[in-house]
């Protein structure tokens, strides 16, 4: 599969930090969007247009993202999950996709031209869709895979919270 979801030796992230139940796991993850989103919101406002250099996230070749990158990035993966999850809890398989680079480079080539303001309505609705399917999914639904997905999610939060904060922590920032 070209999406590698990364369980820790058979149990989850959550499991590790103590947190099993879906509610507990939900939790987690608004609380982390909740963060992401402020701190972009932020950063947006500081810097103003939300474009080239105003975020200190970088891709995986090195390149700068800006705030309207991170938010279109963000979004994508969301809807991508929304979508592997959905097929996933209604019986189905989950469809095969190419590795995150090729994904991720796909998508920045698409978004070029998105406003922060369009970067933002994709991110906002992308996770108010994901959410609404995991709360629809009955607690004995949160099998392994959508637990993995519910904490890979959380991961990707992080790293895109980790640069930003660094930059507005920093001296003289």
Request: include cysteine; proline fraction near 5%; charge should be negative.
């Amino acid at each position: 599969m070209g999406r590698a979801i990364r369980p820790s030796a058979g149990c989850t992230s959550g499991e590790l930090m103590g947190e099993t139940e879906p509610s507990s796991l939900l939790a987690r993850l608004d609380e982390l969007h909740d963060r992401v989103t402020d701190i972009l919101d932020r950063l947006a406002d500081t810097t103003g247009s939300g474009r080239a250099g105003d975020d200190p996230s970088t891709d995986e070749s090195g390149g700068t993202w800006s705030v309207t990158d991170v938010l279109a990035h963000i979004g994508r993966w969301d809807e991508l999950s929304r979508s592997d999850l959905g097929a996933h809890l209604s019986g189905a398989p989950i469809p095969e996709q190419p590795k995150y680079r090729v994904l991720n480079a796909e998508w920045v080539g698409k978004d070029v031209e998105l406003s922060l303001a369009e970067a933002r309505t994709r991110y906002k609705a992308a996770y108010a869709g994901l959410r609404q399917l995991l709360v629809e999914a009955e607690p004995e639904r949160w099998d392994g895979t959508v637990r993995d997905y519910v904490d890979t999610t959380i991961e990707h939060y992080k790293d895109h919270v980790r640069a930003p904060l660094e930059f507005e922590v920093a001296p003289g920032g």
